[in-house]
C-alpha cells in the first residue's frame, strides 16, 4: 500500500485489515493489525504499552515517539526519533461525520468547510485534524470544540494539504493526506 512520504524523521505506516478479520471482535482486530503493522517495521515489538492518560509507547524502543489510528479498514501507525509531540488519525469516507457536524464546528468553521471546493472532504478533514491535534495535545477539555479551524488550503493534484488550528492562543498546523478511501491527518512537533 502506498504511503505519503513525510518530513525527516517522521515514518507512516499504514495498512488495511483484512476483510476476513471483520467478525473478530473489532479491538481485538485493530490491536492485532497495529502490532502487526510495527512488527513489519520494528521486529523486536511485542506489544504497544500505554500511559495513563491513553498515550501510546514502546516500552523496547522508549526513544521512539508514537501516535495510533484506526478506522474500519485501516491501521496507520506514525513514528518518530526527533518529535516529541504526535498526533494521528485515519478516517474512512463516511456519514457519522457528516451527522455529527454540528458538535465538532461553530459557525465559523461551518462556513469554512461549506466553502471549500470539496464540502465532504473538508468536513472530513477538519474532524481528522481536531483529533490529531487532540492526541498530540491531551487537553483537559474532553471535547473537540475546542480547537478551532483557522484555514484549510488543500492541493488537489498531490491530495494533501495543511490546516491551520488555534487552541489556547496558540496557531499549529496539522498536515492532511487523502485518496478515496481515507482521510489522514497528523500533528508533529
Known amino acids: 500500500m502506498s504511503c505519503p ?6 515514518t507512516l505506516l499504514l495498512k488495511e485489515i483484512p476483510l476476513w478479520e471483520k ?3 473489532r479491538s481485538a482486530r485493530e490491536k492485532q493489525a497495529v502490532l502487526e503493522l510495527l512488527q513489519s517495521h520494528l521486529p523486536q515489538i ?3 504499552s500505554h500511559y495513563p492518560n491513553g498515550k501510546p509507547y514502546l516500552s523496547t524502543y522508549p526513544n521512539l515517539n508514537i501516535s495510533i489510528s484506526h478506522s474500519d479498514r485501516y ?7 526527533q518529535k516529541t509531540v504526535l498526533g494521528l488519525d485515519i478516517e474512512d469516507w463516511g456519514g457519522q461525520v457528516e451527522r455529527v457536524r454540528h458538535k465538532f464546528l461553530d459557525e465559523s468553521e461551518n462556513h469554512l468547510v461549506a466553502g471549500a471546493q470539496d464540502e ?3 468536513l472530513h478533514l477538519a474532524w481528522s485534524a481536531k483529533e490529531s491535534l487532540y492526541k498530540a495535545l491531551n487537553p483537559q477539555e474532553p471535547y473537540l470544540q475546542v480547537f478551532k479551524i483557522l484555514s484549510l488550503n488543500l492541493d488537489e493534484v ?10 489556547q492562543s496558540e496557531k499549529f498546523i496539522v498536515q492532511a493526506y487523502y485518496c ?3 482521510v ?3 500533528f508533529a512537533e
Open 5 to 10: 512520504v513525510l518530513a525527516n524523521g517522521l
Open 23 to 25: 467478525r473478530v471482535q
Open 46 to 48: 511485542t506489544e504497544v
Open 75 to 81: 491501521v496507520a501507525v506514525l513514528l518518530s526519533e
Open 120 to 122: 465532504r472532504l473538508a
Open 158 to 167: 498531490q491530495q494533501r494539504g495543511e490546516l491551520t488550528l488555534m487552541y
Open 180 to 182: 478515496s478511501d481515507y
Open 184 to 186: 489522514l491527518t497528523f
